[in-house]
């Protein structure tokens, strides 16, 4: 077997220092129900109320029409994910003009591919709002959490992704775009409705359930950024070895830094990412009428 030349591994060994920042850092701030009191809590997951529209059954669970909002939601039927072009451009060290720019053209390409999408599915849809900061910053959705790199508030509809020192040294181009497409994964989960459901189930489950519900809320996220990803394959931004490098860190370090599985198993964690970017239709992406043994 040939060894790797000495740029080569420099170049990954960065990329893995860039990886486990966001993964370590990455905290999806949601909309819940506080369970001790009517008023907002300002954990990482306990801030507001969840959607009015989210229906409640008789027996205490999320109705089958709210269901199907997330097991048959119309976005499953589109087809391959609208390539736009994607080309960001480079992203130097040490320049947060250079990573304002970078993210901010991600984030119009991701516009671009899911607005065509929810137009193949004959659904309204809106865009999200991007932060990018240097601090840390109190959202509408609580005090910004500990070691958090990106956050997904519901309330605003805004992603927020601060970028510190260690990113600025150890910039890795593939690994935010990835991070910025999973946090936009959430703003669709949100403007499609099967976030409605979520909420429904979230508000009647105990704590197996509640952890399970998570799962399959992050995994479709990752999984709807691997499909992004693949809309730019073999380009300079997603090199096939890049990209298995990717999968194969999340495969052994996904889960770490979690106190709890509500995010899955680093082999869970790969096998979506792989299912979003070899299939690359939001189609693929649906964790919601998976097994559970899929979700794990």
Same mark, same amino acid.
């Given at each position: 077997m040939n060894s790797l030349p000495a740029s080569r591994i420099v170049a990954l060994v960065a990329a893995g220092v860039a990886l486990a920042l966001a993964a370590a850092a990455l905290t999806v701030v949601l909309a819940d129900?506080?369970? @001790?009191?009517?008023?907002?809590?300002h954990g990482g997951r306990q801030v507001v109320a969840p959607p009015a529209s989210a229906g409640q059954g008789h027996n205490g669970g999320a109705t089958i029409a709210g269901r199907a909002t997330a097991t048959a939601n119309p976005l499953y039927k589109t087809g391959r994910l609208t390539d736009v072009k994607c080309r960001p451009g480079t992203l130097p060290a040490g320049s947060i003009s250079a990573y304002r720019r970078f993210l901010t053209r991600v984030t119009a390409c991701l516009n671009k591919a899911w607005a065509a999408q929810f137009r193949k599915a004959?659904?309204?849809?809106?865009?999200?709002? *991007?932060?990018?900061?240097?601090?840390?910053?109190k959202t509408p959705c609580g005090t910004w959490n500990t070691g958090a790199d990106g956050v997904y508030c519901s309330t605003d509809r805004t992603m927020y992704l601060m970028i510190g020192k260690d990113q600025l040294r150890n910039p890795f181009p593939l690994g935010i775009t990835r991070l910025i497409a999973h946090e936009y994964g959430h703003h669709v989960q949100q403007v499609s409705g099967i976030w409605?459901?979520? /909420?429904?189930?979230?508000?009647?489950? &105990?704590?197996?359930?509640? *952890?399970q519900l998570s799962r399959r809320s992050e995994l479709q996220a990752e999984c709807f950024s691997a499909a992004f990803m693949s809309t730019m394959k073999g380009t300079s931004l997603? @090199?096939?070895?890049?990209? +298995?490098? @990717?999968? &194969? /860190?999340f495969r052994k370090n996904g889960a770490k830094g979690w106190p709890q599985n509500?995010? &899955?198993?680093?082999p869970t964690q790969a096998a979506w990412m792989t299912r979003g970017f070899n299939r690359g239709t939001p189609g693929?992406?649906? @964790? /919601? +009428?998976?097994?559970?043994r899929s979700v794990t």
């Open positions: 129900v506080a369970t @001790t009191s009517a008023a907002p809590a004959g659904m309204p849809f809106s865009k999200p709002r *991007l932060r990018i900061i240097t601090r840390k910053v409605d459901y979520y /909420w429904a189930a979230r508000t009647v489950a &105990g704590k197996a359930r509640r *952890l997603v @090199t096939d070895a890049d990209w +298995a490098y @990717t999968v &194969g /860190w509500d995010h &899955g198993k680093g693929a992406c649906n @964790t /919601w +009428a998976a097994s559970a």
